[in-house]
């Protein structure tokens, strides 16, 4: 399953690109999970994910939860906390 990523702000900084396409193994099936396997992929990544609480997710352009599962997603956006004022 081809799952286009969008990163943001210091995401985008820690890994170096706005996003790519990965098409992760089957046993990820949540974005805890997707998290988790990025994490692994190298050191831009680690220092990226090394804190969940701090990232948010989109699921094809709505929020969600880190445990929210993955199945069909076509879009997976990944940024920090946002605030307003």
Avoid: H
């Amino acid at each position: 399953m081809a799952i286009d990523l969008l990163y943001f702000a210091w995401i985008r900084e820690a890994i170096g690109c706005d996003g790519e396409t990965v098409d992760p193994p089957d046993n990820v099936t949540t974005a805890a999970e997707l998290i988790d396997w990025l994490s692994a992929r190298g050191d831009g990544y680690a220092d990226a994910f090394a804190d969940k609480g701090r990232i948010r997710v989109a699921i094809d352009q709505e929020f969600a939860g880190l445990e929210k599962p993955l199945a069909g997603a076509r879009e997976v956006a990944l940024f920090p906390p946002v605030t307003g004022g």
